[in-house]
C-alpha cells in the first residue's frame, strides 16, 4: 500500500483553516470564536495546554453549524480541485491517507477519491477531539490498529518531518515540499 500524509502533501494547503474560512463565509457568527481560538494557541506555545485542546478549541464552530455533514459536502464542491495532479495522477484503490486533520472532514473526499481515511477523532457536532491528535508516533499507532503490525508500506508521502516514525517504516519515503518530491533521507534522521 501507499500512505499519505493529507495537508500540504496532496492537499494544496490546510484543509481545515480551508474549511474554518468556508464555514465561517458563510456564518460569520463564528467569527467570534477567533479570539478564544487565538486564547487556546497561545497557551500552546507556553506549554500550558496541550494540542487536543487546542484542536478542540478550533473546532468548537462546527457546534455553530445545524447540518455540518451538507456544510462538507459543499466545501469538498469548491475544494476538491486542491487536491494535487501529482497524486491523481498515481491514485490506487488501496492507497490510505493518514492526517491530523479530522475524520469528519476528510472522509468524504476520501469516499470521493476512492481510498481509506485515518485522522483525527472530532466530534462534528461539538469540536471536540476524542483521543489524541493523529500525528506523528500517533500515525504509527492508529494505522497498525487498523491493518495489523506486519502491514507494508511501499510509498510514504508527506510534506512535515513530524511524520518521521511513518517514513521510518516504509520502503521508500518522499519529502514533499513546494511542489517537489523528493527521495526522503529517512536512514539519516534517526
Request: with cysteine; glycine share 4%.
Amino acid at each position: 500500500m501507499n500512505v499519505y500524509d493529507f495537508d500540504s502533501t496532496i492537499y494544496d494547503g490546510d484543509s481545515s483553516i480551508d474549511f474554518f474560512l468556508f464555514c465561517a463565509k458563510r456564518k460569520p457568527i463564528i467569527f467570534l470564536l477567533v479570539p478564544r481560538i487565538i486564547a487556546a494557541f497561545a497557551l500552546r506555545l507556553v506549554r500550558k495546554t496541550n494540542t487536543e485542546t487546542v484542536k478542540s478549541a478550533f473546532f468548537s464552530f462546527v457546534h455553530m453549524i445545524p447540518d455540518i455533514d451538507a456544510f462538507v459536502s459543499e466545501f469538498w464542491k469548491t475544494h476538491s480541485k486542491k487536491i494535487v495532479g501529482w497524486y491523481l495522477a498515481q491514485k490506487k484503490s488501496d492507497d490510505v491517507i493518514i492526517s491530523a486533520s479530522p475524520e469528519f472532514l476528510l472522509e468524504k473526499i476520501g469516499d470521493e477519491l476512492g481510498v481509506r481515511v485515518i485522522a483525527s477523532r472530532v466530534c462534528k457536532k461539538s469540536g471536540v477531539m476524542s483521543g489524541k491528535n493523529c500525528r506523528g508516533e500517533e500515525k504509527v499507532r492508529r494505522l497498525r490498529e487498523e491493518f495489523g503490525t506486519n502491514c507494508t508500506i511501499e510509498n510514504f508521502y508527506s510534506d512535515s518531518e513530524s511524520d518521521i516514525p511513518l517514513a521510518r517504516l516504509a520502503q521508500n519515503a518522499w519529502l514533499c515540499k513546494h511542489g517537489k518530491i523528493i527521495l526522503w533521507h529517512k536512514n539519516n534522521e534517526k
